[in-house]
């Protein structure tokens, strides 16, 4: 193995993906299964996930992706995933907490229970379902190579922008700081916990306004880089962070947003004099 295999290699190790079938889950469960881990993927659709991982192993990675039905929405979904993935493997080498819902309206009508739900399902379930795979995390964790925990914010979780998903951008923003928290708790058990805080990339959530290369042309255009993100742009993070590359990162909140977190204001000061 060269040098930079060694650094990015996922080679053998064991990871589960929520949310893996479409967007910025798949993107990871793909770019995981190129580096060669074995990947499972599942959500409240399991013939979905089947079918994303059996398009993915047609590629022939050096890896391998399993599809199954999940559903992190509720106590007992999150217990019957535990369970799941107990059945099938000893120890969990990374964990990537990714499915997440959202709601979008105006400031005058958003309903009260849009934040209970949102909040449980992204914030809640998160940590719990964490809670419960820590052992398994931990039985794979080394000094060397802890075991990796990935959780996905979002840039609407640092910078103070709603666009009418009140409930979401807060949600994600206490999932950066859960991210720090765990962090710390978690790093005695050799477990790192990091988390992605995307921009706008391509994703069924998202696909009311990049579903088409004129409108994610339009969106780019907001983005400091010019452009939306890409399956390249998730990939690289991932395989740098789970890899021997990332083993000593831990706690941090990865912006991979274009530059849209570090914006300043064009003309600060210019029209001063």
């Given at each position: 193995m060269g040098y930079f295999d060694s650094l990015f290699s996922v080679q053998g190790k064991v990871a589960?993906?929520?949310?893996g079938a479409t967007g910025i889950g798949r993107m990871i469960a793909e770019a995981l299964a190129e580096g060669g881990a074995t990947?499972?993927?599942c959500s409240r659709k399991g013939d979905a996930c089947k079918d994303a991982a059996d398009e993915i192993n047609a590629n022939r990675p050096a890896g391998r992706v399993e599809g199954f039905t999940a559903d992190v929405s509720t106590t007992e979904g999150i217990s019957a995933l535990v369970a799941e993935v107990r059945g099938r493997v000893a120890q969990l080498d990374i964990l990537v907490n990714n499915a997440g819902i959202t709601w979008g309206e105006p400031y005058e009508t958003f309903p009260m229970e849009q934040w209970t739900r949102i909040m449980d399902v992204n914030v809640g379930a998160m940590f719990t379902l964490t809670r419960d795979l820590t052992p398994l995390l931990e039985a794979a964790g080394t000094?060397?190579?802890?075991a990796r925990i990935i959780n996905i914010g979002s840039v609407m979780g640092t910078l103070p922008l709603a666009e009418g998903a009140y409930s979401y951008t807060m949600s994600k923003a206490a999932v950066h700081h859960l991210t720090k928290t765990l962090a710390g708790e978690l790093a005695s058990k050799r477990i790192t916990v990091n988390a992605f805080a995307p921009g706008p990339f391509p994703s069924k959530m998202t696909r009311f306004a990049t579903g088409t290369p004129e409108k994610a042309e339009k969106v780019g255009e907001n983005v400091p880089l010019g452009r939306i993100g890409s399956a390249e742009d998730?990939?690289?993070a991932t395989l740098y962070l789970c890899g021997r590359?990332?083993?000593?990162v831990s706690g941090a909140i990865l912006p991979l947003d274009g530059g849209m977190s570090v914006q300043t204001p064009a003309n600060l000061f210019a029209n001063t004099q």
């Open positions: 589960l993906v929520t949310g990947v499972m993927i000094d060397a190579d802890p998730i990939a690289g590359a990332g083993a000593y």
